[in-house]
């Protein structure tokens, strides 16, 4: 508690490893590979485009030498559909709207019409050992231009939409479209799902004792941070008051296990004992 | 709860209505005659460790010095309110640890019901309190009165939703930082 720095990581940390998701660039000017830690870059060739570090991208739009390509998400009429999702659609009255599928995984558009087709095994990629990986969320590249969307892959928000969206408008409003739609729908995206995190606070006490919960499937990185603190202390909160409740239901549990009831979980009961 | 907490030592601190069952030789000087005995049927405000300690007579199977009782900040009277609304009782007049108190007292009686109660104050109160922490004027405006009311466990639910809250803001450009 004495600890001056909060729980949790702070905002400028979130999108500080926001600034590690892959954008899409058009050089303007010829520049050489770069060998760095995390991997080298490729040579820029004014022409061709490039996909680049969002720390990178942001550096070279400031020296005026490359330009940004927005992600399709970042778009007016993306956004609007996503906004639609969060506000008109019933199914996600209390739930944000769902996130970018995996590799693999079906879209909800497919998940709807083809039940049964198979699904495209997904492409593993390999660690310079020679290990065999299947990479997710931060190493996927969901926030790179593309000219070709597949039809039926509805528009979603990835982890790191609005530390993305953010520094792309501040840095590269010139290179998005409608910049000032764009910030208008950000906005108001950001205030629907902030109002939905509340209201989930009435029903975390099922989270609490197990068996229920919020459904945080699609939520961004900045809303965890921003929620962390409240929701973990809630949760603890709840969790001390009902202690007595659940020691004594654990005691209960025990002595009937142990008057000759059903041992097929005893070994699992054994570890929870205090 | 860790040993320097020190929530938890001003929760030991707060007192507890305490029966005694036995004659006590020289112990007068909790009630405030020193040197005097304490008789048998005695009722006395002892704080929570010393209370607690008193009555772990029981539990060893010899015969308690002292029976415990529900604090006033936990009667019939402040759970009825909670049933009516929990958002307009004020924890902090009742104890300024509630939480932590009820919490322990919750550990030395069995009271189911009184557990759904507290679950339930707490769950409506924290969802008050989160509307209040993003609300920029909240301390100052209509807001007032609940807010002067939280316990400590509130208070510090309230500052971790405000300064996240806020720094969030800070971060996006919203407000300057200060």
């Not at chain 1, 944000?96 to 492409?123: E, I, N, Y």
């Not at chain 2, 009782?89 to 007292?105: G, K, M, Q």
């Not at chain 2, 309190?129 to 609940?146: R, S």
């Amino acid at each position: 508690m004495a600890f001056p720095l909060p729980r949790g990581i702070t905002p400028p940390e979130i999108s500080f490893l926001a600034e590690m998701e892959m954008v899409t660039v058009l050089p303007r000017q010829r520049l050489d590979g770069l060998e760095l830690l995390g991997g080298s870059l490729p040579t820029l060739l004014p022409p061709r485009r490039t996909t680049l570090p969002l720390w990178l991208a942001l550096l070279l739009k400031r020296q005026r030498r490359a330009n940004i390509l927005p992600p399709p998400w970042l778009h007016p009429e993306s956004l609007e559909l996503i906004l639609e999702i969060e506000t008109q659609n019933d199914e996600y009255q209390h739930a944000f709207s769902p996130p970018p599928p995996l590799p693999g995984q079906p879209t909800l558009a497919h998940r709807d019409r083809d039940r049964d087709r198979a699904v495209a095994a997904p492409v593993p990629r390999y660690t310079p050992d020679g290990d065999k990986y299947y990479p997710t969320p931060p190493f996927l590249p969901q926030n790179v231009a593309r000219d070709h969307i597949p039809p039926g892959e509805p528009p979603a928000l990835p982890f790191h939409w609005l530390e993305v969206g953010t520094m792309l408008l501040d840095a590269a409003s010139d290179d998005l479209v409608e910049p000032d739609q764009t910030r208008r729908l950000l906005k108001e995206l950001r205030e629907v799902r902030t109002a939905k995190i509340r209201s989930g606070v009435e029903v975390l006490d099922a989270a609490a004792v197990g068996g229920g919960g919020v459904a945080l499937t699609g939520v961004g990185a900045m809303e965890v941070g921003e929620g962390r603190g409240f929701i973990a202390g809630v949760v603890d909160g709840l969790r001390r008051i009902g202690a007595s409740k659940e020691q004594a239901r654990r005691e209960e549990l025990a002595e009937e296990m142990a008057n000759g009831g059903y041992d097929a979980s005893q070994d699992y009961e054994d570890d929870m004992e205090f | 709860m860790s040993y320097y907490d020190i929530d938890a030592i001003l929760t030991d601190a707060q007192k507890l209505p305490c029966t005694f069952e036995l004659d006590v030789p020289g112990l007068g000087v909790l009630e405030g005659n020193p040197g005097e005995n304490i008789k048998a049927g005695t009722r006395i405000d002892l704080p929570l460790w010393l209370g607690e300690m008193l009555s772990i007579g029981a539990r060893l199977g010899t015969s308690r010095l002292v029976t415990l009782d529900i604090p006033s900040a936990l009667s019939e009277r402040v759970m009825n309110a909670f049933k009516a609304d929990p958002r307009t009782v004020d924890l902090r007049s009742l104890a300024p640890h509630f939480y932590s108190l009820s919490e322990r007292i919750l550990e030395l009686f069995e009271e189911e019901e009184m557990v759904e109660i507290l679950s339930n104050t707490f769950k409506k109160r924290a969802a008050e309190i989160a509307d209040h922490a993003h609300n920029p004027q909240g301390a100052l405006g209509q807001g007032a009165d609940f807010l002067r009311g939280l316990d400590e466990t509130e208070r510090q639910l309230f500052r971790v939703a405000h300064d996240s809250a806020k720094q969030t803001r800070i971060w996006a450009g919203e407000t300057k930082k200060k």
